[in-house]
């Protein structure tokens, strides 16, 4: 079985996007959180056979917002209490069986392509690991087929050292790994630029009839922006 997993917080202002919020405000950044995660569920609704809301934290507005937003089609699972190491490996233990596959994303990177979700799957038929690398130095994805402890072990999370260092584990122990095209977080202003492009792009192709919508919630939250961020492209 194959199984999606999101790691998703409740975006409540001043809680989530804190980098972001420097820039933005704590209201906006919350909004911009919302809506990534609204995108991210309704693309990756049939992904995988299974799909997974991780939330966080426990709570009954939590739970009310996630129960919403997952439909029929992602369960909710509320992540353990600890560091994100211990969170994923939460995760691990309590999805991975003898032949399952997982595969977790976060919430920051509402334009992930699903198709690299897919590769991510197909890359655990033969190895134990595989990683998605993110820009700032850490990975975006991360899947497994079965528990590997060294994987989240000694790891200075939230640094640019996560992906260096959680490659160097998996080379000392001796475990198989496929690394895939990286991706981006959307963790500062100049990553949600990066994005609005990637936006602007996708919104060009698709009335060309060269390519579907992407991310439409965050799109619209982002064309509510003029005037909050100075780097925003004044052509649009």
């Known amino acids: 079985m194959n199984t999606l997993v999101i790691m998703a917080k409740h975006p409540v202002a001043g809680q989530v996007k804190t980098r972001l919020a ?23 609704r049939t992904c995988g056979h299974r799909r997974v809301l991780a939330t966080w934290p426990p709570g009954e507005a939590a739970e009310a917002f996630f129960t919403d937003l997952a439909g029929d089609h992602f369960e909710l699972w509320t992540q353990p209490p600890g560091t994100l190491g211990d969170r994923l490996a939460g995760v691990a233990t309590n999805f991975l069986d003898h032949d399952d596959r997982i595969v977790v994303i976060g919430s920051d990177s509402p334009t992930l ?39 989240f072990d000694r790891i200075d999370w939230s640094t640019s050292r996560v992906f ?51 991310a439409p919630a965050t799109s619209r939250r982002l064309d509510a922006m003029p005037g909050e961020w100075d780097s925003r492209p004044q052509d649009r």
């Open 113 to 151: 392509p699903a198709k690299t979700i897919e590769t991510a799957f197909e890359a655990l038929d033969t190895a134990d690991v595989v990683l998605v690398p993110s820009d700032d130095g850490g990975y975006v994805l991360v899947g497994q087929r079965r528990e590997v402890p060294e994987l």
């Open 164 to 214: 260096e260092q959680t490659r160097q584990r998996l080379e000392a122990a001796g475990t198989s790994f496929v690394e895939l095209s990286g991706w981006y977080d959307i963790d500062t202003l100049e990553d949600l630029s990066r994005l609005d492009r990637e936006l602007a792009i996708a919104r060009e192709r698709e009335a060309d009839g060269a390519g579907e919508r992407l």
């Open 22 to 44: 420097k820039s933005v405000g704590d209201t906006t950044a919350a909004e911009l959180a919302t809506a990534f995660l609204v995108d991210l569920v309704a693309r990756l």
